[in-house]
């Protein structure tokens, strides 16, 4: 068996912070941003969270994919910002939801996330453990931000996106994944809840901290590496591609990706200017936005792409 596609959705806070409004917090510009990222604006949660975006987002995939909440029988959140340590956000939406019928586990990878999370929903779908799996990337990344780092601060935003896989007959179709722990250190953010309870310690509150040049060049060079491992592994050529859909983390890492893999950036879509990095968000998002606006053919194939901490990255040759 394998999985096929057959509803997406999102959701985005309406509220926004444009880059003037960041340039209040700290020292940058609006042309200093866009020049080096693209970014315009990022949505920030206000009265959401993760778990409420996720639901909307969610709901919004179910009813595209005309699937029943009853009838899920997985559902797969990736986040690295749940509401909770436990339960997980998995359960929670589960509940919001009405799906009595499915199981649920959260995955952090990360910007990863959403392609480690579809990867698996083929994995179950393949041995024959799940039928209808519903797959969301949630993060309300503002709450882990150091809004006073203005190398990092600038680029995150907050979002939900989802999709729902349903069995059909078929092949599972190739993916990689990737980890190296050894440079986990480059983008990471301590937990909140480490700390020596018998010495009466407070919990600290930390914050995600980056090396952004150490994780720009992780990013262009182990992407389009990622995309040729997963195309060996078809009888298919970049050409053959109809879209690349990867994790929207800077324009200019796109840029590189699409200039080394000698294809045509129209072929990279982006929508990062107005949303910024929203992790394992920005693909399920994007993703959702080409399907709602028909851009997404039936037969066409897609590469799915993420990368971030971890450090992590993988791809996923879809087929819609
Ligand atoms: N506004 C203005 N100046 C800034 C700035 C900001 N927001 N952030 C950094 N600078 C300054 C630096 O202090 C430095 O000044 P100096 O030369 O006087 O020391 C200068 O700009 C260049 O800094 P640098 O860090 O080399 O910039 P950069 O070109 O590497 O761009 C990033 C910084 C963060 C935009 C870039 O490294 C990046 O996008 N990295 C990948 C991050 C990422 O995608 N993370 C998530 C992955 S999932």
Known sequence: MVGKICGTGSYVPENYYDNHDIAKLVDTSDEWIRERTGIVRRHIVKDDTTVSMAVKAAKAALENGAVKAEELDLILVATITPNHITPGMACEVQKELGAVNAAGFDMSAACSGFVFAYNTAQAYIAAGVCKTVLIIGSE?????VNWEDR????????????????????????????????????????????????????????FLSMDGKEVFKFAVKKVPEVITELLEKTEYTAEDMDWFILHQANQRIIESVAKRMKVDIDKFPMNISEYGNTSSASIPILLDEMNRSGKLKKGQKLILAGFGAGLSWGATLVEW
């Open 140 to 144: 309300s990344l503002s709450n882990i």
């Open 151 to 206: 190398g990092s601060c600038i680029l995150f935003g907050d979002g939900a996106g989802a999709a729902v896989i349903r069995a059909e007959d078929g092949e599972i179709k190739p993916c990689v994944m990737h980890s190296d722990g050894v440079k986990g250190e480059v983008l990471a953010c301590e937990s909140r809840h480490q700390r020596d309870w018998q010495k009466k310690e407070e919990a600290k509150e930390t």
